[in-house]
């Protein structure tokens, strides 16, 4: 189960939109779990073990270090656990967060399972995850230290500038990603090559990929709480062209129709 969002500081709120305290019962072994695209970066900070899996349909072991990231990706994930932490603390970035306070552009090369903080930002992250690691399960304490170590990441990093992206995301979010990348452009005064230079660069997917995640997620929030009377309702209220192109939309981020969406366990719950 997890915790609510746990708001950090108020300097960090429009950066990081929340932390998130999952607790796996039984360390949460020999189980399917999934991930969805839903539009941001994550923090993984395991308490105890590191997560040891394959991939449902795989047979390869992923074993992961206990502090990774987790970049923006665009295509559901299904993972036969092994053996699991019990506790994790996640820092779900804005989706232009994780640019701005790790100071990395977000097109970059990332491990599609997790990068190992330690692999990504070098020595200077190791005090951070020492005193982690010596806080045990002291959930609320690694949530100081995690909320003032990215404070101390935003003093740093506070020439770089995410306005103009932060702007369009707000209007995707707003829009439920149906606004056009023409019209997008237009409001956040970029040209559109320039535009989608620089949303890859700090989001790390394009405004248009972007914009079908963020809709996948409102219409996959209506579906699990049966806001909607029927599928053509989704379709006309999420702008798709017909029923085919919603069915085969919410494939590509699901990994299954909408009518046979599994219960299964997301990582983050």
Partial sequence: MSLPYIQPSPSLCRYVAGYVVSTYDNGFSNA???????????????????????????????????????????????????????????????PYGAYKLLGIPQDGSFDEHGTSLSDMLGPT?????????????????????????????????EKMDVARISHACSLITANQGSISIEQLAQKVCLSKRVLEYKFKEQVGVSPKLYSRI?????????????KFKDWQE????????????????FKRFSGSSPAHYPPIRSIIA
């Avoid at 991939?55 to 295509?75: A, D, L, M, P, W």
């Avoid at 963020?214 to 049966?226: C, E, G, Q, T």
Wanted: charged residues 20%; hydrophobic residues 45%.
């Fill in 32 to 94: 399917i779990t999934s991930m969805y695209p839903i539009g941001a970066a994550i923090l993984c900070f395991s308490l105890d073990n590191a997560v040891v899996c394959t991939e449902v349909g795989k047979t390869s072991i992923i074993k992961h270090t206990r502090f990774n990231f987790i970049h923006q990706f665009t295509h559901p994930r299904f993972y036969q656990v092994i053996a699991s932490p019990k506790k994790v603390l996640h820092v779900i970035f804005q």
């Fill in 125 to 157: 992250i190791h005090p951070l995850l020492k005193q982690i690691e010596d806080a045990g399960d002291n959930i609320y304490r690694v949530i100081e230290m995690v909320d003032d170590w990215l404070e101390h990441q935003l003093t740093k990093n």
């Fill in 214 to 226: 963020i809709r996948f997620n409102s219409l996959l929030a209506d579906i699990k709480s049966h």
């Fill in 234 to 249: 989704l379709v006309l209220q999420y702008n798709y062209f017909d029923q085919a192109h919603f069915i085969k939309d």
